[in-house]
């Protein structure tokens, strides 16, 4: 007895509704390694309140109850009436009825699935629910690269606006000592119109900036589940700590790309029309069913619930379809179709997955190598800069000479962080081109 309840509840905890996938399988430890608690806050925030999130567990739990639904109809159903019956019959000699009685009966319907045509529809839930979850996975994927991606490029642009600030305070020196020669008679005045132009540019850049930056700063707020006015709260690093301490593969197994949630999604949906195939294969064959009725009554003489008192009957037979007008050959044909545009969509899914999986490998091969060039690009000009900087203490430079050295400075300076962000960017598409296996 106690082992029968302890398989009892084992049972029903089994069949308790799961709405969050698994974290374990979302390969979380690859964003620690970028040793930034601000990301790891966005990407767990984001895991608790992102609403897309919250929508794909809900659709998982509809696959879930169809399955369990699907089930419960390859077992027998009971069913009971209480009905009151009021009749007038003839008196036979002695025998009398009761002309008001009281009915009971109980009613087991089952439907003998002898060529499992029933086990199959319910494997077909299945395959269906297996397939919303890997779907529910890929959602949380794009979800965890989205928030990484957009988190990389406000840092970037956050280092982009603190030099961009740096090199206006320049630009507005050099327009004012330009002002100050055409007082002079020095220049003319188209010289400081050009300046003016540099200067009313340089600010532009700088609005632009912050106005990209706050657009990715709203869309944080959002993926995160939060609302977009508090994007002055949200907290985040530096740009220049911000870097990946594992390795990245230079390859990528084979297993890796065909376990990718969608890969493995339309293989599920494959599986599943296949046994849709079968199904529809076996509607032409009868159906066998057995119908049991048992009903307790007050008419006749004896207890209520009495032998005496009651009918007992008993129905097995087959049943089969003569003419549905040609509905049966249709859905066979329906699902082949069906079948044949999901084993193509597979077949275009994995080309699409290997793709996806090389190019990124190939992107980030080529990035790396932009961002090694540019940041010695950088280091070039750092030494001009610091050479300049020595020039214009002994006064070999004059002072517009060196702001614009500095200027230029910071543009690659600025150059040098948007190759390290477009690196940095790559590394969660693959996560995601991987099906966050990296």
Known sequence: MLKKLVIFFMIIFSCQSVLALDRAELNLEFFQKFNDDCLMYYINTALEN???????????????????????????HLGVN????????????????????FVLPFMVNYEA???????????????????????????YISLLSDIASVYTNILQYDYLIKKQEYALESFEEIYKSEARKLERGVINNEVLKMEEQRLNS???????????????????AVLCGMSSECISELKRGELERFEYSGEIPSSV?????????????????????KIDVR?????????????????????????????????????????????????????????????????????????????????????????????????????????????????????????PDFLRENTRFVDKEQKSAQAKTRRLVDYFTLYKASGGRI
């Open 50 to 76: 992102n609403h897309n999130l919250k929508i794909a567990g809900y659709r998982v739990e509809q696959y879930r109850q169809q399955a369990k639904y699907l089930l419960g109809q390859e077992l027998p």
């Open 82 to 101: 209480a009905n009151y019956l009021g009749i007038h019959v003839p008196q036979l000699d002695n025998f009398e009825l009761e002309q008001n009685a």
């Open 113 to 139: 699935d002898f060529l499992l045509k029933n086990r199959d529809k319910t494997r077909s839930a299945k395959k269906a629910y297996e397939a919303a979850k890997f779907e529910e996975k890929s959602v």
């Open 202 to 220: 340089a600010k532009n850049s700088l609005l632009e900036l912050r106005k990209e930056r706050d657009t990715l700063l709203m869309q944080l």
């Open 253 to 273: 197994d084979s297993d890796i790309i065909f376990s990718r949630p969608d890969v493995m999604k339309a293989e599920k949906n494959l599986e599943k029309a």
């Open 279 to 399: 199904v529809a294969r076996k509607e032409f064959l009868p159906r066998f069913n057995i119908t049991g009725l048992w009903i307790f009554n007050t008419i006749a003489p004896g207890t209520f619930f009495s032998w005496d008192a009651s009918i007992a009957a008993i129905l097995a037979g087959a049943s089969q379809d003569i003419f549905k007008g040609g509905m049966k050959v249709a859905n066979l044909k329906l699902q082949k179709a069906k079948y044949e545009e999901l084993f193509e969509d597979y077949r275009q899914i994995s080309l699409e997955a290997v793709k996806e999986v090389n190019t990124a490998l190939c992107i980030i091969k080529q990035d790396t190598e932009i961002d090694r060039n540019t940041k010695e690009i950088e280091k070039a000009e750092a030494l001009i800069f610091y050479d300049n900087l020595k020039k214009h203490s002994r006064g070999t430079i004059s002072a």
